[in-house]
């Protein structure tokens, strides 16, 4: 140790109190009630009860949930012609045991995926992810992937009928038509009329025309995701479809009412960030429900020892940070430690100092400075005729002086006055 000299020398304790806020407030906003449907925010499943004719999958995750209502009976329909030229709008095909791919002139979502093709067959199905015809297959876990199945059996249209594929533009859509008998009653033109309407905003509306089947034969008709969770299979209650004549069904993919907003804190400094409308005040990775279209503006507060230094993901820069919260999102915060402020002098407000020599020389009678557990490359001079106090060891957010030792490399001399010091290793 070099010499120094320190006409008083005495140890005491500083201690600082600043109460903070706990880690994190996320509160749960209670969901607004769809007509067609209850929820609720404990993780209990969503319920549909809307026409009592079908039934809904039980999940807790509600992406790709589909709500099902009965709609007043309409009929879009296609050509429905074997002789009618094909072209990009129109495509069939008839026959046993028959399928095709159609190019959608829109990307239609379907469980939260995004598609660009369809496979029909001709027996009663639309396929994602299947080229070949599928008959009698069980719903909830089809074995071929995501399907539409409108009518769920064994068909056949090799006499009279097949699958028809039409796009409509006003409204837009694509309507895809089955006139088709059974298998069982193949030859004996005891035809049936349906339909599957696909919308662009992924909306999918079933329609039942007229039915005239000898044998009644439904199994499991409806739309699926093929994980044996996601599905809903709409004539349970009824029996099959073919008791759907002069029905429409419309299925709606689930839209959130809330959605989550994710607060990440990243970097080596510490901070606040509250919310506007106040349901965040985190100082660590927190999140809270915001109902749909809120706009949430977050607010950073650096402790004292750190600097605001970036928004990531939703926002970006320093500046405001506002998202509307249209589907889930995730902000993340960045605080870094700030060399500026590496020194604490409280008196009459805080001051902050990069030197240990500029901070006694601003300092006022009776002062304490308060120095991070850092190492200072510096040589102090205690000149003047006043006391100081000088406690080292203090975290970045000077509320713990625990932290560790500060070290001065270089000489300490008092010349003048008094100097009282803790927690100081001078080298």
């Known amino acids: 140790m070099k010499s120094t000299w320190i006409t008083v020398f005495t140890l005491f304790w500083v201690t600082l109190l600043i109460t903070l806020p706990s880690t994190a407030k996320a509160m749960n906003l209670v969901a607004n009630e769809p ?157 049936n009329n349906f339909e599957a309407v696909l919308y662009p905003d992924g909306k999918i509306r079933l329609d039942y025309k007229s039915f005239d089947q000898t044998t009644n034969k439904d199994f499991g008709s409806g739309v699926s995701l093929n994980d044996g969770t996601h599905y809903v299979e709409v004539a349970n209650a009824a029996g099959g479809v073919y008791n759907f004549t002069g029905k429409s069904l419309l299925l709606t993919p689930y839209t959130s009412s809330t959605y989550t907003l994710s607060l990440n804190f990243t970097g080596a400094g510490k901070g606040f960030v509250v919310s506007n409308p106040m349901e965040l005040a985190c100082n660590t990775n927190c999140s809270a429900l915001f109902a749909a279209g809120t706009q949430v503006s977050l607010y950073n507060s650096p402790s004292l020892g750190s600097k605001f230094s970036l928004w990531g993901n939703s926002c970006s820069g320093t500046g405001s940070c506002t998202v509307t919260m249209n589907a889930d999102k995730t902000v993340t915060a960045q605080f870094d430690l700030d060399p500026t402020k590496v020194i604490l002098n409280e008196n009459g407000g805080n001051n902050f100092f990069t030197t240990m020599q500029a901070a006694y020389d601003a300092a006022a009678e009776q002062s304490v400075l308060k120095v991070q557990a850092l190492d200072f490359f510096e040589d102090l001079n205690a000149y003047m005729a006043k006391t100081v106090t000088i406690v080292g060891g203090y975290n970045d957010d000077y509320t713990s002086n625990n932290g560790g030792e500060t070290v001065l490399h270089g000489s300490l001399t008092v010349s003048s006055g008094q100097l009282i010091v803790e927690s100081l290793v001078v080298q």
């Open 35 to 191: 007509a067609t449907i209850y929820y609720t925010t404990n993780g209990a499943d969503p319920v549909s009860t809307d026409t009592g004719m079908m039934s809904a999958s039980a999940t807790t995750d509600t992406a790709g949930i589909y709500l099902t209502s009965e709609q007043a009976y309409s009929w879009q329909g296609t050509y429905a012609d074997r002789l009618k030229t094909r072209t990009t709008d129109y495509d069939y095909r008839y026959g046993d045991e028959q399928s095709f791919t159609y190019s959608l002139p829109w990307l239609f979502t379907f469980y939260g995926q995004a598609y660009g093709q369809i496979t029909v067959d001709t027996n009663g199905n639309i396929w994602f992810a299947n080229s070949s015809p599928v008959h009698s297959f069980d719903l909830i876990n089809t074995g071929k992937g995501p399907v539409i199945a409108a009518w769920n059996n064994d068909l056949n249209s090799t006499y009279y009928g097949g699958a028809f594929v039409q796009r409509i533009t006003s409204p837009d859509c694509v309507v895809v038509e089955w006139l088709t008998e059974t298998y069982d009653d193949a030859g004996f033109n005891r035809l």
